[in-house]
């Protein structure tokens, strides 16, 4: 089974930076995709954007483009996402996932790490 955990998350300002780390374990990661989503109280999980694990190829939901950048660093096993010029209400918990797809819906992922809290203050 694949084992996935967030770091990274806090407290920030509107207009402000965060970067959320992923970490993966367990099973071989060469043909997995691995997904951001972001969940506010009493919202749906919506997709943030994801990164294929090989090729490192990118696709980011239309309301983070420009502002948020996912990376990996093979050698920690560890997938980044850079927030920059954050929105209060981006506020959330962000997970990561991973699924050996593509895709852009919880649904498509099988495996979820526990979410680390964004807040982001007016």
């Known amino acids: 089974q694949v084992h996935l955990v967030e770091s990274g998350g806090g407290l920030v300002q509107a207009g402000g930076s965060l970067r959320l780390s992923c970490t993966v374990s367990?099973?071989?990661?060469?043909?997995?995709?691995v997904g951001w989503f972001r969940q506010a109280p009493g919202k749906e999980r919506e997709f943030v954007g994801r990164i294929r694990w090989v090729s490192g190829f990118t696709y980011y939901a239309d309301s983070v483009k420009g502002r948020f950048t996912i990376s990996r660093d093979n050698a920690k096993n560890t997938v980044y996402l850079q927030m920059n010029s954050l929105k209060p209400e981006e506020t959330a918990v962000y997970y990561c996932?991973?699924?050996?797809?593509?895709?852009?819906?919880?649904?498509?992922?099988?495996?979820w790490g526990q979410g680390t809290q964004v807040s982001v203050s007016s």
């Open positions: 996932a991973a699924t050996p797809g593509s895709s852009a819906y919880p649904g498509g992922y099988d495996y």
């Open positions: 367990g099973r071989t990661f060469s043909s997995y995709t």
